[in-house]
């Protein structure tokens, strides 16, 4: 008579954003394998990894939820370099996967025109999402803000004010990050 054994396996989640330790929760679903396991859960990138306890050798599915507003998925791998769509586990191997999400900028241009003047102004806003074109204005008019604030991707950008004419002087140009 022979006794055959295999020890379980285990499924580690990790989720990491960018910046590091945003406190956005995100969510998953851990199925599959010979048991038919269906786990929820949801990973914050300061939250400890989800571990799945153990389980027995197969082939398992991490899907994740719908992505939150401004943030964008940017990949997820397994330590043993399964996809997350067929996790492979094996007699007593750990795999972790690790999710990445990357969240958005914000870009707000706001014009100061000294004094309040009905005159409109152009401005575009060039990066890595391409070019846009926008008015503003400093007065009392509903019709044009005097600010326009943009959701962008990661990367360098660049503001440009078209030539406001010659009654108007460039006084200061500032920018906080």
Request: net charge negative; proline share 8%; hydrophobic share 35%.
């Amino acid at each position: 008579c022979t006794f055959t054994h295999a020890k379980q396996g285990r499924i580690l989640v990790d989720e990491v954003t960018t910046p590091s330790g945003d406190p956005q929760a995100f969510s998953f679903a851990l199925t599959g394998g010979p048991d038919a396991i269906s786990q929820a859960f949801s990973l914050t990138d300061a939250a400890a990894p989800h571990d799945s306890g153990f389980v027995r050798s197969g082939t398992f599915v991490i899907a994740q939820g719908a992505i939150p507003a401004d943030w964008d998925f940017t990949g997820a791998s397994c330590s043993d370099g399964s996809p997350v769509s067929a996790v492979a586990v094996g007699a007593g191997e750990i795999v972790t996967c690790t999710f990445r999400h990357t969240k958005r900028g914000k870009i707000t241009v706001v014009k100061d025109a000294r004094p309040n003047d009905p005159q409109d102004f152009a401005f575009s806003l060039s990066g890595p999402g391409g070019t846009q074109s926008f008015p503003l204005d400093d007065d009392a008019d509903p019709t044009l803000p005097n600010s326009r604030s943009f959701t962008v991707l990661p990367g360098s950008y660049v503001v440009t004010e078209g030539d406001p004419g010659a009654m108007w002087d460039n006084t200061g140009i500032s920018c906080t990050s």
